[in-house]
């Protein structure tokens, strides 16, 4: 199975501030996703992380609130921005389409974030 | 427009008891389905999936499920709960056309009681 990292694990911060969330993936992939979860909701797409271009962002979801990078086939980070409390939640990466894993996404650990 | 639907929230079975998530989908085409289980403070692991072939699949942990194309269900089963099998479960969905993007059930808590 995958090995996807994500640092932090948790993290605790101020409302303006920054942070940013990075994403690693033991192996090459196609594509990578950030998600948002409330403790014992669903997922919500943030947004696909495009290697080399632009991220594609789903409704309700801005670049400037949430600029993602992929420099690599492996690596993605997230940040989010001017942080506010209504970002307290769990920020998800995955990645699917490696040459070992096909068609199935696989999930880092999560990050939880509380903003006070 | 695609959809998962998980009509339970929560499911209560007694351990060693046969158990089952249910899972429906909606999607144009032929459908990509899988399962995920998240157990608490954890990121959601894979447990099985269908793209083609044999209805039953089985998956990690003795779990399995059954593809019903004209009921467009994806139910999850195992023939005997175990108290480790409590956790969040996801139903996902891609339909053939998408960029692997996938749809999300909202989730089903699985509580088993010895």
């Known amino acids: 199975s995958a090995v996807i990292s994500q640092k932090p694990s948790r993290d605790i911060c101020q409302r303006g501030t920054s942070l940013t969330i990075q994403c690693q993936v033991d192996?090459?992939?196609?594509?990578m996703f950030w998600y948002r979860q409330q403790p014992g909701q669903s997922l919500t797409l943030i947004a696909t992380?495009?290697?080399?271009?632009?991220?594609?962002?789903e409704s309700g979801f801005v670049i400037d609130k949430f600029p993602i990078s992929r420099p690599n086939l492996t690596f993605s980070t997230l940040t989010v921005s001017n942080m506010s409390p209504e970002d307290s939640s769990i920020y998800l990466c995955?990645?699917?389409?490696?040459?070992?894993?096909?068609?199935?996404?696989?999930f880092g650990p999560g990050t939880r974030l509380t903003v006070l | 427009a695609q959809s998962v639907a998980q009509p339970e929230d929560q499911v209560n079975v007694a351990e060693g008891n046969p158990l089952t998530v249910k899972c429906t989908y909606s999607?144009?085409?032929?459908?990509?389905l899988f399962w995920y289980v998240q157990y608490p403070n954890r990121g959601l692991q894979f447990l099985l999936k269908y793209i083609t072939g044999d209805n039953l699949v089985k998956g990690s942990y003795g779990f399995e499920a059954e593809f019903n194309k004209s009921q467009t269900s994806f139910h999850l089963k195992k023939p005997s709960a175990l108290v480790s099998d409590s956790a969040l479960y996801f139903c996902?969905?891609?339909?053939?056309?998408?960029?692997?993007?996938?749809?999300w059930g909202a989730g089903t808590k699985l509580i088993i009681k010895p």
């Open positions: 192996s090459q992939v196609t594509m």
């Open positions: 992380a495009n290697q080399g271009s632009e991220a594609t962002y």
């Open positions: 995955s990645a699917v389409g490696s040459q070992t894993w096909g068609d199935t996404q696989y």
């Open positions: 996902a969905v891609r339909g053939m056309d998408s960029n692997y993007q996938l749809i």
């Open positions: 999607v144009s085409g032929n459908p990509y």
